[in-house]
Nanobody, 129 residues
């Protein structure tokens, strides 16, 4: 599995960005997908996830109501729409994949980065105040 994240950049506070993560190498629709981020000097943290079927989405409290994760199985791509960006959203954003076809896990499963088997290279998001 290969993951290629894109869409990062520099944006003013209050602005928006849409990140994309292109998936290849396996059947995309059988994988749960997640977004994580790592700010300078901090540990990587969970941002959002969507399960393999697209039925369920999960968000960190810090982004709930501002970020939306979605997937397009015809394009093997997962998206993260980020609205009302804040300087504290500045980080490198990583997409990750976890095989999960047919399995519905408790919500807490998707928050754990150790559950994800494949990671993209990251895309920088910088929000200026």
């Amino acid at each position: 599995v290969q993951l290629q994240a894109s869409g990062g950049g520099l944006v003013q506070a209050g602005g928006f960005l849409r990140l994309s993560c292109a998936f290849s190498g396996r059947t995309f629709s059988t994988y749960n997908m997640g977004w994580f981020r790592q700010a300078p000097g901090k540990e990587r943290e969970f941002v959002a996830a969507i399960n393999w079927s697209g039925d369920n989405t999960y968000y960190a409290d810090s982004v709930k109501g501002r970020f939306t994760i979605s997937r397009d199985n015809t394009k093997s791509t997962v998206y993260l729409r980020m609205n009302s960006l804040k300087p504290e959203d500045t980080a490198v954003y990583y997409c990750a994949a976890d095989y999960g076809h047919g399995i519905y896990y408790p919500g807490t499963y998707y928050y754990r980065e150790q559950e994800y088997d494949y990671w993209g290279q990251g895309t920088q998001v910088t929000v200026s105040s």
